[in-house]
T-cell receptor
């Protein structure tokens, strides 16, 4: 069953600006992942944050997790045109199978 | 490693025809997933295998869809007969171990049913 939903659905910014995407989910999780999908390509894993972590960094990416609010955010700092893609959060499905289920994604456009 | 390999990348067929999509997972991975992506429904899990055994096929839309994994290095998703509403991008992904860890996706098979 689908758990996570991203917000906003679409985001358009200028190069150099920061981009923030949010993910809300419904039930308790042990981890949350963020993926990126370039147009016409498969999804690529960006970062995994565990339920006992509040923040994680990877290069220009910063992910936060608030388990009390059942939400996560992905921040891309100093965005580049090459960051244009769709971004998805994935959470383990409810029911104990722990299979990643995906939201509909945020479509990010970074204008040069 | 070459990553997850899917074929064909693009398939255009007519309603009623049989469609077979193929996937080669990353060597050593013991979980294989088939997802379908559409604008309307996003990314949906169709079925997944563990050690070549189908574990959960509750996402398969109907009996027209079937999936097999005859060995650790090959899986197929078959649609027979195909319908226009099956038009979507079908992704195969693999991973090692349970626990909702990182999935490795193929580039997808874009299916268009006329």
């Amino acid at each position: 069953s689908q758990q996570g939903e991203e917000d906003p659905q679409a985001l358009s910014i200028q190069e150099g600006e920061n981009a923030t995407m949010n993910c809300s989910y419904k039930t308790s999780i042990n981890n949350l992942q963020w993926y990126r999908q370039n147009s016409g390509r498969g999804l690529v894993h960006l970062i995994l944050i565990r339920s006992n972590e509040r923040e994680k960094h990877s290069g220009r990416l910063r992910v936060t997790l608030d388990t009390s609010k059942k939400s996560s955010s992905l921040l891309i700092t100093a965005s580049r045109a090459a960051d244009t893609a769709s971004y998805f959060c994935a959470t383990p499905s409810s029911g104990g199978s722990y299979i990643p289920t995906f939201g509909r994604g945020t479509s990010l456009i970074v204008h040069p | 490693d070459a990553g997850v390999i899917q074929s064909p990348r693009h398939e255009v067929t007519e309603m009623g025809q049989e469609v077979t999509l193929r996937c080669k997972p990353i060597s050593g991975h013991d979980y294989l997933f088939w997802y379908r992506q559409t604008m309307m429904r996003g990314l949906e899990l169709l079925i997944y295998f563990n050690n070549n055994v189908p574990i959960d096929d509750s996402g398969m839309p109907e009996d027209r869809f079937s999936a097999k994994m005859p060995n650790a290095s090959f899986s197929t998703l078959k649609i027979q007969p195909s319908e226009p509403r099956d038009s979507a991008v079908y992704f195969c992904a693999s991973t090692l171990g349970a626990g909702a860890g990182e999935l490795f996706f193929g580039e997808g098979s874009r299916l268009t049913v006329l």
